[in-house]
């Protein structure tokens, strides 16, 4: 099926040294752009990630240090990219937990403020998940028919991109209307429809540092918007404030946001708490 797109797509895998976001680097990023006309173009690019790649990395990408050591930096990469995905939607397997994270971080340890809150993400594995609960390669020869060994090589970003895609577009053809008898088994081919079902969590950061939470009256009522739908708030999710109000405590705590700023968080966390802040003094201000 031939997605319906409104803006370009970029269906993309990442390989990198770990999983600590702060810590780790990308070695690897294989992307497809789609565009709304249909074109599809395909890149490749190892990632000098200035640090050793752990052996057991190695064995599971089979990306060594030769491999990378004459690669570009990220750094050097990143307005390239940056230029390269603005105006885009992202899609991925797995990748609203740990793609688009990782990725923004990147780009915010280049210097470049990505914001991924103006962007779509669709993410394969959580519809996979919601409908089947499988992995991708039990996704692929569900979606697609065949064994994804027979096709792909496993664990590297170009070939785990090119399986994804065929897999989020089986899974279009699949649930498509007309096809599933149960409603709540139709997804549609919309980018929104889709960006909404593959979230899994109420995080305002990748981290969930900060998560959304409704409001409610005094009364313990959820408090409804202008659509009938439940507001939201900004609250913290960890610590000593866990549960409370970020803008509150911004206010009546302003060293906290100094204390995170200087600790050991995600720049990602650091950025979306520095935005609420901006956007509470522009409200105060009455911008």
Known sequence: ?????????????????????????????????????????????F?????????????????????????PTFKQLA??????????DFAGYNSNHFDVPMLAEEFLRAGIDFDFSKCRLIDAQNIFMKMERRNLAAAYKFYCGRKMEEDFEAHRADQD????YCVLKGELDRYAPGVQEEADRVLNNDMDELAEFSK?????????????????????????????????????????????????????????FTWVLGSDFTNNTKQV???????EFNKRMGK
């Open 47 to 71: 990632v000098n990630p200035e640090k050793p790649i752990p052996e057991e990395v190695v064995a599971l990408t089979g990306i060594s240090n030769d491999d990378v050591k004459d690669a």
């Open 200 to 256: 899994r969590n109420d995080n305002v950061d990748f981290a969930g540092r900060i998560v959304w939470q409704e409001l409610k009256d005094a009364d313990g009522n959820v408090i409804l918007d202008e659509k009938g739908e439940p507001r939201k708030h900004e609250v913290f999710n960890f610590g000593k404030y866990k549960g409370w109000d970020v803008a509150e405590i911004l206010t009546k705590d302003p060293g906290y």
């Open 273 to 279: 708490l520095t935005r609420i802040r901006l956007r």
């Open 1 to 45: 099926m031939k997605l319906n797109l409104t803006k370009p797509l970029i269906v993309f895998d990442l390989e990198t040294t770990g999983l600590d976001m702060v810590k780790d680097r990308i070695i690897q990023i294989s992307y497809i752009k789609v565009y709304p006309d249909g074109t599809e173009v395909r890149k490749n690019q």
């Open 161 to 164: 991109t090119e399986a994804t």
């Open 79 to 88: 307005a390239t990219f940056n230029q390269e995905f603005s105006g885009c």
